[in-house]
């Protein structure tokens, strides 16, 4: 890092799994904490952290989990909850509280862009969904989840990084945290979308069923983890195996207020290089294209 002015941290582990890899908080919140003081001993001026917006989702004291539709009142001054929906998104949030103490201590200028689900090129819940419909002989087989998510195309989250590193030292910037986001969606409704356009059949489970199932398997992979390790024996839960919390996500709805983006980073449409909703889902489809092919092309060279 010696002679940077400027580090831009985007690395971090995803696993919502019923019991996630140790290594998630390694990197998450370790990483973090290197990350700020590798800044402080080599001189970089500005830090940027990319943050989550799950980082304000979970559960308030009082036992009730909040749900937030994009109105002005989910913004950037919701607290912190009492207890998170996933171990992920409080790593995210442990991280994030140490980036913008970094600021308040006078070591560096940090701000956090607490970035929405990323839809375009390379999406990687897409990415994961058209893995899965390939080894299923082609059947997209999932629930419909009525919950809607900010979603942010990731040619414009990096320009509210750059923004957001270029007005670090403005005080409405520095030790701030923003929401990035450039629409809302269902994220079901978009994977049908990537599946029709590939000729794979979509099979959708009414969301109760889905949920039984999410819950046996919870329950099955986290005993047959606490047995096994009980033993000294090590046992890995399917990466497709997910906590039953994040299956209840499916009911509310994740969406945020960009307004502070746009009147303090000048974030929005009005960008030379901003991604149009429109021309975010065109790339998505070009983009998810060009991956399944790759997929049928790999799996017919392992048969020959």
Request: aromatic share 8%.
């Amino acid at each position: 890092m010696k002679g940077s002015q400027v580090v831009f941290h985007t690395a971090s582990i995803i696993d919502i799994r019923p019991v996630p890899s140790p290594a998630m908080r390694r990197v998450n919140v370790d990483g973090v904490r290197n990350t700020i003081e590798c800044c402080d001993a080599c001189g970089v001026k500005t830090l940027v952290y990319t943050s989550s917006m799950e980082v304000v989702a979970g559960v308030d004291a009082t036992g009730v989990a909040r749900e937030f539709c994009g109105g002005p009142e989910d913004d950037e001054s919701l607290p912190i909850p009492a207890r998170h929906h996933l171990p992920y998104a409080t790593t995210k949030a442990e991280a994030e509280a140490l980036v913008l103490a970094a600021h308040r201590s006078g070591k560096l200028l940090t701000t956090a862009l607490r970035s929405a689900y990323i839809v375009g090129p390379e999406c990687i819940g897409i990415k994961i969904e058209l893995v899965k419909a390939q080894k299923q002989g082609g059947r997209y087989i999932s629930a419909r989840m009525p919950a809607n998510l900010s979603c942010v195309h990731p040619k414009n989250c990096a320009l509210a990084h750059l923004l957001a590193a270029e007005k670090a030292d403005e005080s409405s910037v520095g030790g701030q945290a923003f929401f990035v986001s450039d629409f809302e969606s269902n994220t079901t409704d978009i994977n049908v979308m990537v599946c029709e356009a590939n000729g794979i059949s979509a099979t959708l489970l009414p969301v109760w069923v889905a949920y039984i199932i999410a819950s046996l398997m919870h329950v099955y992979y986290r005993c047959m983890f606490l047995l096994c390790s009980s033993v000294g024996v090590s046992f890995a839960i399917p990466m497709d195996v997910v906590d039953i919390n994040a299956m209840r996500l499916a009911w509310r709805n994740i969406c945020f207020s960009t307004r502070k983006a746009h009147e303090a980073l000048g974030y929005g449409p009005s960008l030379g290089d901003y991604v149009s909703k429109e021309e975010c889902l065109r790339q998505t489809l070009d983009w998810a294209k060009g991956f399944w092919l790759n997929l049928q092309s790999d799996a017919v060279r392992k048969t020959h």
